[in-house]
C-alpha cells in the first residue's frame, strides 16, 4: 500500500480536530489504573507518550521510558469489543399499561459517530469476526450496528508486539492490511499515513500532510519485520477441529482444569469473544420491567444451565468448550479460527495459562 | 382480607449491617409496601419476634446456646426462611474463634469470661434448621434483599448472578489488579454482587460475597505464592470474613500449616 503522506508528530492534534470537526467522538489508548486502556480522546497529549509495556502469562507491566513514541506498546486489556459490543445494555422494556395489558419497546440507544485512534492489526481482524457474527447473519443485532454504522478506524502498525503476542502465526498481523480508514506508522518525526478507504483518503486531504520520504515507509517496514520476529509464541492457524474434537478425553484438559480459576477472564479480553446473558429487572412495584443482555462466559455456570441441570458443570468441560469453539468449530461457523493471535488471553488470565501451551499439548501428535 | 406478606428481620450474632440494606433502599422500599408487612423487623421499630410470617429473613450467626433454641422458633414461625449475610450462610468473621483457642480470647477481652456463655463454635444457620434461600455478601446490598422480597410476592425462585468478581469487573472495564498489579485478589474466587468495588478503586477484592460456584481456590492460592506473598498472608486471604465457608476454610488451613510448619 503506497503512502498517502506524512504527518508530523506536531500535528498529530490536528487528526483529532479534523475527526472531531466532521463530527466524531474520538476515542483512544490513555494510561488508566496501569494499563493502556481506551477513553474519549481529547488531546494527543493524552495518549501513552513514552510508556511501554511489559507482558507475561499472567502478568501486565507498564513504564515510562521517557520515550518519543505514542504507540511503542502492545495492546493493553480492551479491543474493539467493548466499544461496539455493551457489556451490558438494555434490549426491551415492558410497561402495564392501565387498562391490563402490557407494553413493549425495544429502544436503540443513539450513540453517535465514533473514530478510534490506535487499532492494532489483530483487532481489525477481530472486528471482521465481530461483524459476521452481530450484522453478518439472518438477523442483524441493532445495537452493534448502530455503533458500527458510524465507526472510523485507525489503525496503527504494530511495531512492538509484547512476549504474549502471537498474530503472525494466525495470519492476522502485526501490519493493519484491510479494514481501516487510515492506517498509521510511527517513526521519530511522526507519522506515514495510509488511507484505506474513501472517508479515510477524505479526511487525510484535511491534514497538514507531507509527502513520505522513501527512508520513513523503509522505517516503518523494517520496525514491521522486527515485530514479525520479536514473536516467539505461535498457533497453528490451520483447522484444528481433528485435533481438538479427536481428543476430547485428552488428559491435558484434567491438566489445565487443575490450574484454570473458571473466571472467564479469558473469555472477557478476548476480542471476538462473543457470549451473552439476558435477564429481567422489573422495577419494585412491579408495574415495569427491563430485559438487560450483558456479557456472559462458557466458564460460569449459567452459561451452560438448562432447564432442571448444568451441562458443563466442571472446568474441565468449560475450558474444553472454550478451546474447542474458539479454535475449533468458528471454522465450520465464520469460516476461519476465532483466535487473531493478540495474546490477551494468556496475558490478563489471573493464573497465566496460555492457549498456544494448551492447543498444542492436546493436538500434538494430530496431523 | 389482608394479603400482604408478611414479614420479619430476625438478628443473630451480628453488626446488623445487612438488615439495614433494607432500610437503605429507600424508595423503592416504599414502592414495595402495598405488597408487604413488617411484622417484626427491630431495627425498623416492629417487634413481634414469635409472630409467624410468610418470609423471615435472618441475620447473624449461631453463637449461643440462647441463638439455638431462638432459631428453632424462627424457623416454626416462618413458612420461607433466607439467610442473609456472611454471618448467616457462614458463621461470619466471629468463627475465626473455631479454629482459635477461644478461652484464651476471651480471657483476654473479657475482665469475667466466665459470664460469656457462647458457644465453642460461630456456625451458619443452615447448620441449625433448614434454609430456603441464601444471599451471601458482607453486608448484603440492597437490591439482593428488595430482589428475594419481590421475587417471594410474585411467586418465582429469586434469580441471584452467581457469577465470580472477574465478570463483573470486566463488563466495567476494571483493570485486573492481579494481573496489573500483582494484587492478591479474591475476585477469581468470589461470588458476584459487589459490583466489583474494590477492584474498580484498584484494591484487591476481600471476597466479601463468599466462594463463587465451581470456585478454585488452590489454584488461587498457589498463585498468590508466586506473587511472592508468604504462607500467613495467604492463609489471612481466605481466612477473613468468610473464614468457614467449606472451600475457603480448607484452602486456609493448608496455608496456614505450611506457615506453620516454617515457624
Excluded at chain 1, 496475558?347 to 496431523?367: Q, R, Y
Aim: hydrophobic share 45%; charged share 20%.
Amino acid at each position: 500500500m503506497a503512502a498517502t503522506g506524512f504527518l508530523l508528530r506536531s500535528h498529530l492534534q490536528d487528526l483529532l480536530d479534523a475527526l472531531v470537526a466532521v463530527g466524531y467522538r474520538c476515542v483512544g489508548p490513555q494510561v488508566r489504573d496501569g494499563a493502556v486502556c481506551y477513553d474519549t480522546l481529547r488531546e494527543a497529549a493524552d495518549l501513552p507518550w513514552g510508556w511501554r509495556d511489559a507482558q507475561n502469562p499472567g502478568t501486565y507491566r507498564l513504564r515510562q521510558t521517557g520515550g518519543a513514541y505514542a504507540f511503542a506498546w502492545a495492546n493493553g486489556p480492551q479491543g474493539l469489543k467493548p466499544l461496539l459490543f455493551a457489556p451490558r445494555e438494555l434490549l426491551q422494556t415492558s410497561i402495564r399499561a392501565p387498562d391490563g395489558g402490557l407494553r413493549f419497546a425495544a429502544p436503540v440507544a443513539s450513540v453517535g459517530a465514533m473514530a478510534v485512534v490506535g487499532v492494532r492489526a489483530c483487532d481489525l481482524a477481530a472486528l471482521r469476526l465481530l461483524d459476521q457474527h452481530f450484522i453478518g447473519g439472518f438477523v442483524p443485532d441493532p445495537h452493534y450496528a448502530a455503533r458500527r454504522a458510524d465507526l472510523f478506524l485507525i489503525a496503527v502498525h504494530c511495531s512492538h508486539p509484547a512476549a504474549t503476542c502471537f498474530c503472525v502465526s494466525t495470519g492476522d498481523g502485526p501490519r493493519a492490511e484491510q479494514g481501516f480508514d487510515l492506517a498509521l506508522g510511527e517513526t521519530e518525526a511522526g507519522f506515514v499515513v495510509f488511507a484505506g478507504s474513501a472517508a479515510g483518503a477524505g479526511l487525510a486531504e484535511r491534514l497538514p500532510l507531507r509527502p513520505a520520504q522513501a527512508a520513513e515507509e523503509a522505517f516503518v517496514d523494517a520496525a514491521l519485520a522486527d515485530a514479525v520476529k520479536a514473536q516467539t509464541r505461535s498457533l497453528p492457524s490451520r483447522d484444528l477441529r481433528a485435533g481438538l474434537f479427536g481428543n476430547l478425553r485428552h488428559p491435558r484438559w484434567e491438566a489445565v482444569a487443575s490450574r484454570c480459576l473458571s473466571c472467564g477472564n479469558c473469555t472477557a479480553v478476548c476480542p471476538t469473544c462473543f457470549c451473552h446473558g439476558e435477564g429481567e429487572e422489573v422495577a419494585a412495584d412491579g408495574a415495569s420491567s427491563a430485559r438487560y443482555r450483558q456479557w456472559d462466559s462458557c466458564f460460569t455456570q449459567e452459561h451452560s444451565a438448562i432447564h432442571g441441570m448444568v451441562i458443563r458443570a466442571d472446568t474441565r468441560q468449560r475450558y474444553r468448550q472454550w478451546l474447542t469453539h474458539k479454535l475449533g468449530s468458528w471454522h465450520g461457523q465464520y469460516g476461519r479460527s476465532g483466535c487473531v493471535g493478540c495474546g490477551r488471553c494468556i496475558t490478563w488470565c489471573p493464573v497465566g495459562i496460555d492457549i498456544t501451551e494448551e492447543a498444542a499439548a492436546v493436538c500434538a501428535g494430530t496431523p | 382480607m389482608d394479603t400482604r406478606l408478611r414479614v420479619a428481620v430476625h438478628k443473630f450474632s451480628s453488626c446488623d449491617g445487612c438488615q439495614l440494606a433494607f432500610l437503605n433502599s429507600g424508595a423503592d422500599l416504599l414502592r414495595l409496601m402495598p405488597r408487604v408487612e413488617f411484622v417484626h423487623f427491630a431495627e425498623a421499630g416492629f417487634i413481634a419476634p414469635d409472630a409467624p410470617v410468610d418470609v423471615a429473613f435472618v441475620e447473624g450467626s449461631i453463637s449461643t446456646p440462647q441463638d439455638v433454641e431462638r432459631i428453632e422458633r424462627v424457623r416454626a414461625n416462618s413458612r420461607y426462611l433466607v439467610a442473609i449475610g456472611a454471618c448467616a450462610t457462614a458463621g461470619g468473621l466471629q468463627a475465626l474463634r473455631n479454629d482459635a483457642d477461644a478461652a484464651a480470647w476471651m480471657a483476654a477481652v473479657y475482665p469475667r469470661p466466665a459470664e460469656i456463655g457462647a458457644l465453642p463454635v460461630s456456625s451458619a444457620i443452615a447448620s441449625h434448621v433448614p434454609v430456603d434461600e441464601e444471599v451471601w455478601g458482607c453486608p448484603v446490598n440492597e437490591w439482593q434483599l428488595l430482589h428475594v422480597l419481590q421475587a417471594r410476592i410474585f411467586g418465582v425462585r429469586p434469580a441471584i448472578e452467581n457469577d465470580k468478581v472477574c465478570l463483573e469487573c470486566k463488563r466495567r472495564q476494571a483493570v485486573c489488579v492481579l494481573v496489573a498489579q500483582g494484587a492478591p485478589c479474591m475476585g477469581p474466587v468470589t461470588h458476584t454482587g459487589c459490583g466489583a468495588l474494590c477492584p474498580r478503586v484498584r484494591r484487591a477484592c476481600y471476597a466479601c460475597y463468599g466462594p463463587a460456584e465451581n470456585p478454585n481456590a488452590q489454584a488461587l492460592a498457589a498463585r498468590f505464592a508466586q506473587l511472592g506473598l508468604a504462607p500467613a498472608a495467604i492463609a489471612r486471604r481466605f481466612l477473613s470474613i468468610n473464614n468457614a465457608a467449606p472451600v475457603f476454610h480448607e484452602a486456609g488451613i493448608v496455608w496456614r500449616e505450611r506457615h506453620d510448619d516454617h515457624a
